[in-house]
Nanobody, 125 residues
Framework: QVQLVESGGGSVQAGGSLRLSCAIS????????MGWFRQIPGKEREGVAT???????TYADSVKGRFTISHDKTSNILYLQMTSLNADDTGVYYC???????????????????WGQGTQVTVSS
């Protein structure tokens, strides 16, 4: 059973930075996709960044140049480094793992197999 536990959310002023972490356990897929998604009340969950087992990273246009996704294989922790945060980045951030590597990894469609509980990020202007 794959389990994901996010941490690192919080409140920050516009222009600030945060690093989200997602501890992953029970995962043994050789081809996979990991990602960060976010959701604002009343809106659909949207992809922020994904990391494929082929080394490919994909970012939403709104976060390119500001966010960096990375995966520490040794500790099996997925990170999202967020800089130059603005109010539009406010939301609940979820990490997710998909047990296959498909085009959904590159299109960031939120159909992944496993999800964390979410961590709130609030950016005040």
């Amino acid at each position: 059973q794959v389990q994901l536990v996010e941490s690192g959310g919080g409140s920050v002023q516009a222009g600030g930075s945060l690093r989200l972490s997602c501890a992953i356990s029970g995962h043994s897929y050789s081809r996979y996709c990991m990602g960060w998604f976010r959701q604002i009340p009343g809106k659909e969950r949207e992809g922020v960044a994904t990391f494929g087992s082929d080394g490919t990273t994909t970012y939403a246009d709104s976060v390119k140049g500001r966010f960096t996704i990375s995966h520490d294989k040794t500790s099996n922790i997925l990170y999202l480094q967020m800089t130059s945060l603005n109010a539009d980045d406010t939301g609940v951030y979820y990490c997710a793992v998909d047990g296959i590597l498909s085009h959904y990894c590159y299109t960031m469609r939120p159909t992944f197999d496993y999800w964390g509980q979410g961590t709130q990020v609030t950016v005040s202007s």
